[in-house]
């Protein structure tokens, strides 16, 4: 089965005012996701790493990308095609709670 990397961008602001139920509902598809074998983690504090021509490694704390909300988590799930991961993320908590999720196919 094709699988999709996910990442989650939402701020609290948008969680705090997604109703309770429509948020509970986002947890359940989350379950869901999990028990059908989606790797999912809430995101920490990043790191960059570089080695340029391998000649010496250079460790910075901090994200390489910057974005309007922050990233809020990742998942790997598994779905036939383009269309069903979409489906599949569109009831997720980021992108009910005033977020947004991306979803990258891995070839």
């Known amino acids: 089965m094709p699988k999709f990397i996910t990442i989650g961008y939402g701020d609290q ?3 705090d005012r997604t109703p309770q139920d429509v948020r509970d509902a986002a947890h359940e598809q989350d379950a869901k996701l999990v028990s059908e074998g989606a790797v999912m ?7 960059q790493v570089r080695n340029p021509n391998a000649a010496g490694m250079e460790i910075r704390e ?6 309007d909300m922050p990233i809020a ?8 095609n ?4 979409i489906d599949k993320v569109s009831q997720v908590p980021c992108a009910v709670a005033h977020g947004v ?7």
């Open 13 to 15: 602001a948008g969680y």
């Open 41 to 47: 983690g809430i995101a920490g504090a990043p790191v």
């Open 62 to 67: 901090g994200p390489f990308m910057a974005s």
């Open 73 to 80: 988590g990742f998942a790997v799930i598994g779905a036939a």
């Open 82 to 85: 383009l269309e069903e991961a």
């Open 101 to 107: 999720v991306e979803v990258w196919p891995l070839k």
